[in-house]
């Protein structure tokens, strides 16, 4: 959402996720508020999620500067780096990431590596706004691959073969695991 465009700044608001690809123009800074946290541009491509009360940049090329919206905390990322702030605004220590895990959703996908079956559970919960149900045991089977984000149907009968059942629809918008069915 456009918040300010003027000869001297570019301000924005974003709720979801967007991939950015910003000019620098230092004369004219660029940012994005999102959730708890705010970019501040000074490169040119990264990632941006706010979910779940959290705010995640993940910078692919250039730099930016990450802080929290009252200012107090910021941190500034080289490529190849990402920081959230949490629910409590708390600015968390910058960590590496895999460019494709995060930009893959541009080409309809999810890639995820090492992840707990329940962050993938959450990534197409938040992609297909639907609620998914497992048992705990299936939640923490550290999973790795891609899947397609052309359907939530689709995409839950891929995982559902991998952990061995399938996901029952039980609502307008909900699904249930059903193990070895």
Do not use: C
Not at 85 to 114: G, H, K, M
Not at 116 to 125: D, K, N
Not at 149 to 167: M, T, W
């Amino acid at each position: 959402f456009e918040l300010s465009v003027t000869d001297d700044a570019r301000q924005y608001a974003l709720s979801g996720e967007g991939l950015f690809d910003v000019m620098s123009q230092p004369d004219r800074p660029f940012s994005v508020e999102s959730g708890p946290g705010r970019v501040i541009v000074t490169g040119n491509r990264f990632n941006l999620t706010d979910r779940n009360r959290e705010a995640a940049v993940y910078l692919i090329k250039g730099s930016v500067r990450f802080e929290s919206k009252d200012g107090e905390q910021s941190v500034a990322l080289v490529p190849g780096e990402a920081a959230v702030i949490d629910q409590e605004n708390r600015l968390l220590d910058p960590f590496e990431f895999e460019e494709d895990e995060v930009t893959a959703w541009t080409q309809n996908r999810l890639i995820f590596r090492d992840r707990l079956a329940a962050s993938v559970f959450e990534e197409l919960e938040a992609h297909f706004n639907i609620r998914i149900q497992a048992p705990e045991q299936i939640r923490q089977i550290t999973l790795g691959g891609s899947i397609s984000l052309d359907s939530p149907e689709q995409s839950l009968a891929d995982l559902g073969a991998v952990l061995g059942g399938r996901f029952e629809k039980t609502g307008e918008a909900s699904y249930q695991f059903k193990a070895g069915e």
